[in-house]
């Protein structure tokens, strides 16, 4: 693990859950987990190497200079819950590999058995017809019955089969492999708006964690911009709307005009053809 991963500080954790995001659908694991590190003390713990996982795709010209090669950024950070029974590491990968997914999916888990972790939880979002003005439901899946039973309690739904794209769901799976705990928490994200970033479907995963591990954590400015996200988008469906309507309806004036015109040329045309 130690040639994968820099270890930046060795904190004492207290039995730790870790939380792992990655872009995906609406955003949403991104911004929850942008969120948290906004609104809680957390504090670097280490950092996988990611040139190891992931090609450079170009390089950057600053001032006509020509940089390095950028790679993904994959952090671990830690935030010590005085309150609470679990700390928690929380970890954000800029990307997800498009090679060696296993292998990364493992040197993550590593680092979670590694430092005691109890549990691992991944966040998805599902494209469903839900209306972009509702509010997301919230279900979970888990490694094993008894998690289920657990997750049951804080009355989070549950789907029959069900497929986990990408590393919210390999995670997962390799914990399994492993008997170890995991659980992924979803939501739902409105179709036609998978493409557009969904602070609504974050708040609502934000608030499934915050009782799951019984944390506090300001929500009013996720909220906000739940609101404004959804004022948004009604304001640019008018706009569609409109356009829409305009595109395919005549003025009733205009069409006067059009059907006298267009009777005066049929006549010329019925006279020529009868020459």
């Known amino acids: 693990m130690k040639k994968f991963i820099k270890i930046t500080a060795k904190p004492k954790l207290k039995a730790p859950v870790m939380i792992a995001a990655w872009p995906g659908v609406g955003n949403v694991a991104m911004l929850l987990a942008n969120y948290m590190l ?6 670097d713990l280490a950092e996988i190497d990611a040139s190891l996982f992931f ?7 600053r001032d006509h200079i020509i940089e390095t090669p950028q790679f993904p950024q ?13 700390d928690i590491i929380l970890f954000v990968g800029d990307d997800q590999p498009d090679v060696k997914i296993y292998d990364f999916a493992g040197c993550v888990l590593d680092f979670a058995q590694y430092y005691g ?39 989070l739904l ?19 492999e492993r008997d170890f705990n995991g659980v992924c928490v979803m939501t739902e994200v ?3 708006t998978s493409r557009m970033e969904n602070p609504m479907a974050a708040l609502a995963i934000l608030k499934t964690f915050m009782r799951l591990l019984d944390i506090e ?3 009013k400015e996720l909220a906000e911009n739940a609101r404004e996200m959804t004022e948004q988008i009604k304001q640019a469906m008018t706009i569609a709307m409109g356009e829409y309507i305009e595109h395919f309806t005549q003025p009733i ?23």
Request: some cysteine.
């Open 38 to 43: 906004d609104k809680l003390d957390f504090k």
């Open 55 to 61: 090609d450079p795709i170009g390089v950057l010209a």
């Open 74 to 86: 994959s952090h671990f950070y830690y935030w010590k819950n005085k309150k609470g029974a679990h």
């Open 117 to 155: 972790v109890e549990r691992v939880y991944t966040c998805a979002a599902a494209m469903t017809n839900i209306h972009f003005t509702e509010q997301p439901k919230v279900w979970a899946v888990a490694t094993n019955k008894l998690l289920l039973q657990e997750l049951s309690k804080f009355e």
């Open 158 to 176: 549950q789907k029959g089969s069900i497929q986990i794209a990408g590393l919210n769901g390999l995670l997962l799976g390799l914990a399994k």
């Open 190 to 192: 409105p179709s036609q």
């Open 217 to 219: 954590i300001e929500t």
């Open 253 to 275: 004036w205009e069409q006067g005009e059009g059907e006298g015109e267009e009777d005066e040329g049929d006549d010329e045309g019925n006279i020529g053809d009868q020459n």
